[in-house]
Every structure is written in C-alpha cells, then in structure tokens.
C-alpha cells in the first residue's frame, strides 16, 4: 500500500533562490492529495515530473500567502488542460471568496466544478473518508486562523496464507470474505478458523502535517503516535522570542513535540529565508530527537 | 542614458517547465519598472539578481492571472523585507479589490503605502510623466479590459562640446544653460552662437509593450517609429483561427505590426506552452521582419 509524501516547497513567508512556499504531495494508493499550494507549485511539479491532473483533493492550512498564492494558477491550468472531473478543496472559508473574485474579474468560468469543504479552525473534524484513509483537520495555533491535517490510513484487510488456502482447496470465490475474517467451512462441514487462514495486516500509518504554529500543547493528543509528523521549524531555537511573535515553531522545539507525541519520524520544513544552509536546524532537532529529516524540495519520504 | 529591460518571464497562460509567466523589469536610468508580474516571478528576479526593492513602479497590463499572480507575493515581500517607501501600481481597477481582499484575510498592514493610478482600456493615457520618460497606456484589444505600456525616453539636453568651451574659456557655472540650448556672451561682449558649443543629444528612444492582444490596427499609429517593439505572439501563423479565438497575435501577425508601425526591433514573446521550442515562431517573425529576437528569459535588450 503506497503511503508517501513528495516535497514541493519547503521555504517560510519570503522565498529564496531555488527554495519555494510551502506546498506537499500525498500519494496514497495513487490517489494524490496536495497539501498546501504556495506560489510556484506548478512549476515544482513540473520540475518533479508530477501531473497537476493526478489531484483531485487540495487542502489549504491557512490564508498566509505562501500557503496558498500558488492556487488561483493552477485551477487557470487545470481549466485550460481540459479538466473535467471534480476538484475538492479543504480550507478556510474566506479562499473561496478570493477564488471566486480572481476567476470573475478575469472572466473565467471553470469547466470543472469545485466542492468546497471549509475547514473549522477550533475544533478537530474529519473532513476526508473513503476506502484508503481518514482525514481530519489539526486546529494549529498561529495568527490567523490555521489548521493543519492529519491522514490515517485505513485498516487494511487481513493477508491470506496462500499456501494453506490452496492445500485446503479453498475456492477463490471465498478469499474476500476470508480476507475480512470470516471462518471458512468446507462441504464436508469441516471448518477452519480464520487465524489458521490469515495473518494481520500492517498496523495503519499516520502523517501527521503541522505547519504553521506556536509550539502549543492543545494538539499533541490529537497526533500523538504518529508514523511521520511534518511540523514546522522556522527558526534556530536561538530565535525563540521571534517565533513567539509570529507564531512558529523552532527546529528544537519541532524535535520536543516529536518525543512528547511519540512520533516514529520527524520531518522539518517551512524554514526562513535567512537560513541559506539547512544543517544548524537539522543538527538542533536531531540533538532531541535523532530521527529527523529535512524537508528538502523533491525528496520524496517513505511513510 | 541606461534604457534597457531584463526578460523575467515569457510563457502565456500555463507555465511549462522553465518557462514562466510574463514578467518584464525595465532600467531607465537605474530606475526599476516592472511591467506584469506573473506567478514566480519573485523567483525569476533571484535567479536573475533582479532585488524586488529597487521597483517603485509596477504596470498590470490586465487580469489575467498569468500577468499579475505573482504580484501579491511580491507585495508581500516587500513588506516582510522592511519596504517603506511608497510604490505605484498602475492597473485595471479591480486589482485594487484583489489584493485588499487578500491582504484582509491573511490580516496583513503592509508597512508601506501603495499608490494606485488606474488604466483605462478604452483611452490612451499619461500614467508617468518624470525627468527620464514618459510612460503611456497602450488600449489593446483583448477578451477582457487590457493596456499595454509605451515608454518615451526624454529628450536630454544638448552635449556639450567641451574642447570648445575650453578654449574660449567659458566658466562651468554657465555649462547647463548651455546644454539647454543658451547662447554665450563673454565679458568683452562677444556672442558665442549655441550651435558652436553644443551637439544635439541622441533622439529620444521608445519601448513599447503589447501583451495581451488581437491583431488590431486601432493601436499602431501610437506605437509607430518604437526603437524596440515587444508584442505577444502567442501562436504560430498556423493557428490564426485559435488566436482570434483567443484574442492573441500570431508570430507572422507581431512580425507584421513591426513593420506596419515602422519599428526598429521586435522582440517577440508570451510563447504558448505548446511550444517547446522557439525556433518556429522566430522564423516566422523573422521572414517578415528580420530584426526580430525572442524574449528569453533573463536575457537583457538595450533599447
């Protein structure tokens, strides 16, 4: 089951040369998710050699611009491309006025429609649930309203014992149910208890995306044990009273929520644009929490 | 006298890779004109070590978000950045409403006013009258409100031949009255006849600048004479019925226009992501006018 996370911008507020705004894609089963869509992630996806066609699900944290500038540009494209199919975007409620403002005055009517979900800035929702996973939204504590979201793969069925099946001469007609954990019982009245037939599935991963926020315990609970978390760190933990300010997080204290939440791997981004190189942050969260890594454009992560 | 514009973005609606939406920086005497500002092009102006401060004038041809949607990035950089200076936005009128709305909901103040002139796409205007130029609306004819820009250097004063001077020993204090064209009269009452002391200064340059726009000669007689004509040719001659469909100009049409209006060069741009390569759409241009180049990105035209 495919459960990865590519990175298309990874640079805070102002961009610097060949670092861009925030802006992530999901694939998960091949069905792929984009996470934020700062300014230029059209052309990161080019670069990337990933089709804005594949999406059909957008999901914007907030209404900073390096959070969202690059959108108006990519629904223009996805219209000119010739996309028919539904779009479905997660946000605050206000992107749609500013959408909806951009595509009337340059007179464009979309040849697609648009399902908005807005997202609530207080309260955990679960915004996304189909076959593959569960979605839910992360209230964040920054200076707007923001939220980030955390993906659950579903339960997967149990794996049959391929072997045990075909000596037994099970018909494949009976493997469905058998993978969802029926009990199997032959024409002569034998029967075979699940657990000789199947093993457990892999345990569900989780993604945890948390970007941008003030280290603040009110959503640890909500993600804790996560697989991999993405959490903002904008500063060195030397700059702390500037994260307060603008509301961030530091690459120390990115590393601490890490241990606090009992997450398996630790992935930083959203970095300002006076850290040219990345390894002082690096080095800072590893210090606490040794299984960090950066969010560097076009690395792809296993989850 | 510097005159010269740096190429940041060439392509039309969909960015391909490496090729991004139409942005211009102008340098009239080392002051910085932007002229559109697509998504990116923050990014192109630090890839070309363009800095976004030095622009305290920007021009939106229209609202067509492959001319403007890098503008509130821009915008907001600037702020981040320290910028108190007032910067002018000439632009259709509703930009205006797209970014206040914007700047509201990511509760932004920026630190720096904005002054904003509004173009009128019905009637030829005086937007910026200074020491170095003039700068006028261009009315083109485009599916929604669209003006294109003509910058008229100004005439400078007489040079001076200083051998001349010299020998009659004209003091410097009267230099500048002779450049603007007095004569000189020495202490012993004698006239020294300008045209003795001075040379015409070179003619005055133009550049004008066309995107986005049908071929309609309603704007030719005011760009007619231009040193360095830039105009969008969006498609090949093999697609004329797709350009008019659009409201856009063919290689072979822009080529036309260059010759129709007199003009010295034609730089042609504004290139559909169709084509990977250039090569076409610059012979075209060229076997009608050969003093065609194409707008590459950050390639710099002396004017």
């Known amino acids: 089951m495919k459960f990865e996370v590519t990175i298309l911008g990874s640079s805070s507020a102002t961009p610097i040369y060949n ?4 802006s992530q894609a999901l694939n998960i089963n091949d069905r792929w998710y984009l996470i934020d869509c700062g300014e230029g992630t059209q052309q990161q996806m080019l670069r990337f050699d990933i089709k804005a066609s594949r999406f059909d699900h957008i999901f914007i944290s907030h209404l900073h611009g390096d959070h969202y500038l690059g959108l108006v540009g990519l629904l223009s494209s996805m219209h000119l491309n010739g996309r028919n199919k539904v779009l479905k975007i997660y946000c605050p409620e206000h992107l749609k006025e ?11 009517t979309l040849q697609y429609p648009i399902e908005y979900k807005f997202t609530n800035a207080v309260k955990a929702e679960v ?18 309203a923001c939220t980030g979201f955390l993906f659950r793969q579903k339960k997967r069925l149990r794996k049959l ?24 019982t032959a024409p002569d009245g034998k029967v075979y208890n699940n657990s000789l037939l199947t093993i457990d599935s892999d345990q569900p991963k989780t993604y945890s995306y948390c970007s941008d926020t003030l280290y603040n315990e009110m959503y640890f609970d909500q993600i804790s044990n996560t697989t991999l978390l993405y959490h903002e760190a904008t500063f060195l933990h030397n700059m702390l009273d500037r994260a307060k300010e603008t509301h961030h997080t530091t690459a120390l204290q990115a590393a601490e929520i890490a241990v606090k939440t009992n997450s398996q791997k630790l992935l ?7 850290y040219k190189k990345l390894d002082e942050l690096l080095e800072e969260a590893q210090s606490v929490f040794p299984e960090t890594e950066l969010a560097i454009e076009g690395k792809t992560f296993v989850i």
Chains 1, 2 share one sequence.
């Open 98 to 108: 500013i959408i909806d403002l951009q595509l009337k005055y340059s007179e464009t």
């Open 161 to 184: 014992i391929k072997e045990k099946l075909e000596e037994i001469g099970i018909p494949i007609e009976y493997y469905t149910s058998i993978k969802k954990g029926k009990d199997y």
């Open 19 to 22: 670092r861009n705004p925030t």
């Open 127 to 144: 915004i996304v649930d189909n076959e593959d996973v569960i979605i839910e939204t992360i209230p964040l504590d920054h200076r707007i």
């Open 268 to 274: 930083i981004g959203h970095f300002s644009a006076r």
